[in-house]
């Protein structure tokens, strides 16, 4: 509860005309879920779903490359800005609670997008939330990961708490296959790396 309190008061007490002033809010989507969807290319009657979707950029550029788009955040505030921002768009944008995730959910979603939540929530979350997250992936479906990440002699603290290199190894554990993984040095304080994965059940 504190967790989602402290979300929704950044979001609801947020400048309306300079979002840049939420810490993560980059208003773009992530260049390396792009990048990745540049070179996938477009599908057709596949469902998305965007984990903590924010402002609904990264969303936005599922839509764009075919996707049935499904995006959820546990704070009503972001959903709202998420649905001023994109009048257009026909991403279903929902308030929902990545813990309290709906039976019907489990197994359906050709392509999910977790991006920064996983090292928002606390450690000793980890396992359960990667469990819950994989659960979600249909079959031959695929995860694209993206996290602040640091050496296992690191330890930044949080939050953000960002993950160290065998936790990756974590969605593999719940039976998907590493397609591939990049890492590349980070300049913010946040972590030494930020890292992207992509995974397939």
Same mark, same amino acid.
């Given at each position: 509860?504190? =967790?989602?309190?402290?979300?929704? &008061?950044?979001?609801?007490?947020?400048?309306?005309?300079?979002?840049?002033?939420? $810490?993560?809010?980059?208003?773009? $989507?992530?260049?390396?879920?792009?990048?990745?969807?540049?070179?996938?290319?477009?599908?057709?009657?596949? =469902?998305?779903?965007?984990?903590? %979707?924010?402002?609904?950029?990264? /969303?936005?550029?599922?839509?764009?490359?075919?996707?049935?788009?499904?995006?959820?955040?546990?704070?009503?505030?972001?959903? /709202?800005?998420?649905?001023?921002?994109?009048?257009? &768009?026909?991403?279903?944008?929902?308030?929902?609670?990545?813990?309290?995730?709906?039976? +019907? +959910?489990?197994?359906?979603?050709?392509?999910?997008?977790?991006?920064?939540?996983?090292?928002?929530?606390?450690? +000793?979350?980890?396992?359960?939330?990667?469990?819950?997250?994989? &659960?979600?992936?249909?079959?031959?479906?695929?995860?694209?990961?993206?996290?602040?990440?640091?050496?296992?002699?690191?330890?930044?603290?949080?939050?953000?708490?960002?993950?160290?290199?065998?936790?990756?190894?974590?969605?593999?554990?719940?039976?998907?296959?590493?397609?591939?993984?990049?890492?590349?040095?980070? +300049?913010?304080?946040?972590?030494?790396? =930020? %890292? %992207?994965?992509?995974?397939? =059940?």
């Amino acid at each position: 509860m504190e =967790k989602k309190n402290f979300f929704e &008061s950044v979001y609801e007490n947020a400048d309306h005309d300079d979002l840049s002033s939420i $810490p993560w809010a980059t208003l773009a $989507p992530n260049i390396y879920l792009e990048k990745h969807l540049a070179m996938q290319g477009p599908v057709v009657g596949k =469902k998305a779903l965007v984990i903590g %979707c924010g402002l609904g950029d990264d /969303a936005l550029i599922l839509e764009k490359y075919g996707y049935e788009v499904e995006a959820l955040d546990i704070s009503p505030s972001a959903i /709202a800005l998420a649905k001023k921002r994109h009048p257009e &768009s026909k991403v279903d944008f929902h308030v929902g609670d990545i813990y309290d995730m709906p039976a +019907s +959910s489990v197994g359906k979603y050709d392509f999910v997008y977790e991006g920064l939540t996983i090292q928002s929530l606390p450690p +000793s979350d980890r396992e359960k939330l990667v469990g819950i997250i994989v &659960s979600l992936v249909a079959k031959e479906g695929e995860l694209f990961v993206y996290a602040h990440a640091q050496d296992d002699t690191d330890n930044y603290g949080g939050p953000p708490w960002p993950l160290y290199a065998d936790e990756f190894t974590l969605f593999e554990k719940e039976g998907l296959e590493q397609v591939y993984i990049e890492k590349e040095t980070e +300049s913010k304080p946040v972590a030494p790396y =930020k %890292c %992207c994965a992509l995974y397939r =059940k």
